[in-house]
T-cell receptor, first 111, second 114 residues
């Protein structure tokens, strides 16, 4: 069985500050790891994913996440956030035809 | 490509009524799934399908039925609506059942059961 824990339900941050959204997972089998973003009143969109290889993965809009197998973590970071990054972010693990999502972290960027 | 489409966008039902939430995709994806999203609980998998004619249960299947007669469509049926089924429902699809493929989500259906 798989599970995902997002350690912060809400993260307020000022514009241009760095941010880290934390995600821990557990699984008895190999899994793939994803971060999705949900803007208000929309469905989820893929932000980035880790399948294999380099443990650091990046998105096109400046986010990055690092897979840490020993700590079973996949934290999401951005060195400088924008107002437009305000959204809910979901960490997810996939294995065996099922994807399990975390409860979500609401990122609120303040001017 | 329209991607994943869902109808209706909003629905209000009375307890005991039945209805079908529609989902369609035009990407020729084999894998489709239904989730419900509730505050503080993330997305929970209701049912999924790895291809036409093949469906299976997710984490929270009770009170819901699905079928998959074509690759494109994956309707979700509520047999007898209950207030506990008030939620936002998302349909998603991916290339196949391999866990390495990301899912593409529809815009959601907001359901209220009174």
């Amino acid at each position: 069985a798989q599970s995902v824990t997002q350690l912060d339900s809400q993260v307020p941050v000022f514009e241009e500050a760095p941010v880290e959204l934390r995600c821990n997972y557990s699984s008895s089998v190999s899994v793939y790891l994803f971060w999705y973003v949900q803007y208000p009143n929309q469905g989820l969109q893929l932000l980035l994913k880790y399948l294999s290889g380099s443990t650091l993965v990046e998105s096109i809009n400046g986010f990055e996440a690092e897979f840490n197998k020993s700590q079973t973590s996949f934290h999401l970071r951005k060195p400088s956030v924008h107002i437009s990054d305000t959204a809910e972010y979901f960490c997810a693990v996939s294995g065996g035809f099922k994807t399990i999502f975390g409860a979500g972290t609401r990122l609120f960027v303040k001017a | 490509n329209a991607g994943v489409t869902q109808t209706p966008k909003f629905q209000v039902l009375k307890t005991g009524q039945s209805m079908t939430l529609q989902c369609a995709q035009d990407m020729n994806h084999e894998y489709m799934s239904w989730y419900r999203q509730d505050p503080g609980m993330g997305l929970r998998l209701i049912h999924y399908s790895v291809g036409a004619g093949i469906t299976d249960q997710g984490e929270v299947p009770n009170g819901y039925n699905v079928s998959r007669s074509t690759t494109e469509d994956f309707p979700l049926r509520l047999l007898s609506a209950a207030p506990s089924q008030t939620s936002v429902y998302f349909c998603a699809s991916s290339k196949d059942g391999s866990s390495s493929y990301e899912q593409y989500f529809g815009p959601g259906t907001r359901l209220t059961v009174t």
